[in-house]
């Protein structure tokens, strides 16, 4: 039978790989914990539940900060918005700076079109990457048809009545 030793983990700065660290193997007393270093463990709980050690980000905007560039068909914004928002929230952006309200818009990432419970982060958004923002067009020609009403336009058809 074979006796395992049990061993000490403790809180402090610990490099992997060459970097070295506080703690090096071999050296004696490698196993105590001896740490001058008592600051606290900063927790937060992620979208998908998950509980993980915090972060610390550097990034030029603020903190979990990041600038998306819409483009639209003519013309593109620089937004700046929290790394861990939804698709939802962006919208809700868009709409004071695009006058589309957020159920008219269509956001494209990658190709695909994102769901509104979607979050940035998860998906794969980062800082200066580029969403596709399109106006839905089944509302698009809901709007058209009001407009010709209001004005009592007769609207367009697709055949034509012939008499002989």
């Not at 006796?3 to 790989?17: A, I």
């Amino acid at each position: 039978m074979m006796k395992l030793k049990s061993k000490k983990f403790c809180r402090g700065s610990f490099k992997f790989g060459n970097g070295g660290g506080n703690v090096k193997g071999g050296e004696k007393g490698a196993g105590n914990c001896n740490n001058n270093n008592n600051s606290e463990i900063k927790w937060e709980l992620r979208p998908g539940g998950m509980l993980v050690q915090r972060r610390e980000t550097g990034s030029s905007v603020g903190e979990g900060m990041i600038v998306i560039r819409v483009s639209t068909v003519s013309q593109w914004h620089d937004v700046s918005i929290e790394a861990t928002s939804t698709f939802g929230e962006l919208k809700m952006i868009l709409s004071l700076v695009t006058s589309l309200e957020p159920r008219e818009q269509r956001l494209v990432f990658k190709g695909k079109e994102r769901e509104d419970d979607e979050y940035l982060h998860m998906v794969g958004v980062r800082d200066k990457d580029k969403v596709i923002l399109l106006q839905d067009p089944a509302i698009k020609e809901m709007k058209k048809l009001h407009r010709l009403r209001s004005t009592n336009q007769q609207i367009p058809t697709a055949y034509h009545t012939i008499s002989v």
